[in-house]
């Protein structure tokens, strides 16, 4: 699923939403990251092209927050509490996804079978 920096993208998304879990002073999603325009998309596995440089799902904790919800290994991260998350550093997308003020995390992600099931339905 490549897309092109600038240009409107066409995607079918999944909404889900993950309530963090309290541990002391941490709220925890259960889940990592990776990618970001500041990184080497050839170095993202769930890039098929090698030059796309969204934010991915790289982990899942088993019986966390994350998984609870259904969000999966390999989702790319489209929006986080109704923020565009395509064009983002690393960091940035850390930065939103773990803020202290947010208990709840509402993420639109897309993910290769959402759009091989719409493909499938349409022919």
Do not use: C
């Not at 990184?39 to 998984?67: C, F, H, L, M």
């Not at 639109?108 to 499938?120: D, E, G, H, M, N």
């Amino acid at each position: 699923m490549a897309f092109v920096a600038g240009q409107p993208v066409t995607a079918v998304v999944q909404r889900i939403e993950i309530r963090k879990l309290r541990h002391g002073d941490n709220l925890i999603l259960g889940f990592s990251i990776g990618g970001g325009i500041d990184q080497d998309p050839a170095q993202n596995p769930y890039s098929e092209d090698k030059t796309d440089k969204g934010i991915y799902v790289t982990r899942v904790s088993e019986g966390g927050p994350a998984e609870v919800a259904g969000l999966l290994i390999g989702d790319k991260i489209m929006q986080v509490n109704g923020w565009d998350m395509t064009m983002v550093t690393h960091d940035q997308a850390r930065k939103r996804l773990t803020k202290k003020s947010e208990d709840v995390v509402r993420l639109l992600v897309t993910r290769k079978s959402l759009q091989q099931a719409i493909q499938q339905s349409l022919q």
